[in-house]
């Protein structure tokens, strides 16, 4: 992914949104078929060092094995709050792990790269993808994060070697974040949606599926911290649109009916269908009920 101040090319996306809070609203209306891709969740085991890297579970994985009653249908308009009982919660398993909650904002880029497996082969133009970034993300401003990860000698550091370690890892997380994308963030161009306003990239699906974006878009993503990932992503055809908001927990994809069939249909991602003006607020999900829900 490299930088592009050419925030023009996403002039059509404002006008086929429409509604707060609903599926149109978020990825562009006028498409064949939608898909809802509930985002990962992670399971860890209490006790274990925090840097074991979590498993990840599927939504209904989770609902299945909780420990809470009753436990949570999932269904193409589910929300977090259903299984976990309130917004943030993680969920106990029966084997005593907690799970979740699933990040907002973003997948992740082991789903990335199975949703673009498929998106690849909808689109004319493979390589000549747009994604946008959030502007909003702290990582996208590195000289400003307190974010840092330092290395030290075995043993107890002394105030220099801490000094340095600290000036080192400084360095790097500000090398890995494109100076060009920090401009962007703070003084534009940008990409204006409603409520969100966006960095401009281009990218291609094959780095989507390899997960090279990670060491090579210049996001953040340092020492295996995650940066910032795309919300928005289309191709030159606009053959199918992808979208995440950044305060739900799941990815919409709008295109034709052949490519939502095979979304729904990879294992390796939880999706349903879902139509434009279905409702992804706490209260859109009429099936279970939803604690706290507004």
Same mark, same amino acid.
Not at 176 to 203: C, F, K, N, Q
Not at 263 to 271: F, N, R
């Given at each position: ?8 090319? +996403?002039? @059509? ?16 209306? +006028? ?56 917004? +943030? ?40 993808? =747009?994604?946008?970034? @959030? ?29 340095? #370690?600290? #000036?080192? #890892? ?11 994308? =920090?401009?962007? #963030? ?26 090279? @974006? ?68 706490? =209260? +859109? ?10």
């Amino acid at each position: 992914m490299r930088f592009t101040p050419d925030v023009a090319r +996403g002039d @059509w996306i404002l006008p086929r949104l429409r509604g707060w809070g609903v599926v149109g609203g978020v990825v562009p209306r +006028g498409f064949e078929a939608y898909a809802r891709i509930l985002h990962p969740v992670p399971a860890h085991v209490p006790s274990v060092d925090a840097e074991v890297p979590p498993e990840t579970l599927q939504w209904s994985e989770v609902a299945a094995r909780s420990s809470r009653l009753p436990r949570a249908v999932v269904h193409p308009l589910v929300q977090w709050t259903s299984i976990s009982g309130a917004p +943030g919660d993680s969920v106990t398993l029966a084997d005593g792990r907690e799970a979740g909650p699933p990040g907002d904002g973003a997948l992740d880029p082991a789903a990335w790269s199975a949703l673009a497996h498929h998106l690849g082969r909808r689109t004319a133009a493979p390589d000549l993808l =747009t994604a946008g970034v @959030w502007n909003g993300y702290g990582e996208l401003r590195p000289g400003r994060s307190s974010q840092l990860f330092l290395a030290v000698d075995e043993g107890v550091p002394t105030p220099d070697e801490l000094e340095r #370690a600290h #000036a080192h #890892a400084k360095t790097e997380l500000v090398a890995s974040v494109d100076p060009e994308i =920090t401009s962007a #963030a703070d003084d534009g161009p940008l990409l204006e949606l409603p409520g969100r306003d966006y960095v401009l990239l281009d990218a291609t699906t094959d780095e989507l599926v390899d997960g090279s @974006w990670t060491r090579t878009s210049g996001l953040g993503w340092y020492r295996g911290l995650p940066g910032a990932s795309p919300n928005l992503l289309w191709p030159a055809d606009r053959a199918w649109s992808v979208a995440s908001e950044i305060d739900f927990d799941s990815t919409l994809v709008g295109g034709t009916r052949a490519l939502v069939e095979e979304i729904l249909a990879d294992e390796a991602l939880e999706a349903f269908e879902v139509t434009e003006d279905d409702d992804l607020t706490w =209260t +859109g999900d009429a099936v279970n009920r939803v604690p706290g829900g507004e």
